[in-house]
């Protein structure tokens, strides 16, 4: 995960998604970052190196939180479906960001 200028990968950050709110808990620095639906303005897809670098940008307005958000991943189809299941994307944002 990016937020700001530090980066964090797995297994010290988890992504916990629910029809109202996004979780990133982030172990290392001992951080959560709670994101309502309210909160979240875009959910931009991430793809720098297939395989390795996938992911999602999370655009929000909390202020309290780093402005960029971005949420690495191995298995980017599986984040798009649970993203797409809680409603949190649907068909054409997918289609466009691909």
Same mark, same amino acid.
């Given at each position: ?16 998604? $629910?029809? @109202?709110?996004? /979780? ?13 639906? %309210? *909160? ?23 202020? $309290?939180? @780093?402005?960029? /958000? ?13 993203? %797409? *299941? ?13």
């Amino acid at each position: 995960m990016w937020s700001g200028i530090l980066a964090t990968t797995w297994p010290f950050i988890t992504l916990e998604i $629910n029809k @109202d709110y996004l /979780i990133l808990h982030n172990e290392l620095l001992q951080r959560d970052y709670l994101l309502s639906k %309210k *909160e979240v303005i875009k959910i931009e897809l991430k793809n720098y190196i297939p395989f390795i670098a996938n992911g999602i940008r999370i655009y929000h307005a909390n202020k $309290n939180y @780093d402005e960029i /958000i971005i949420f690495w991943v191995f298995r980017l189809n599986k984040l798009i479906e649970t993203l %797409k *299941e809680t409603g949190w994307l649907d068909t054409y944002e997918i289609i466009k960001k691909k």
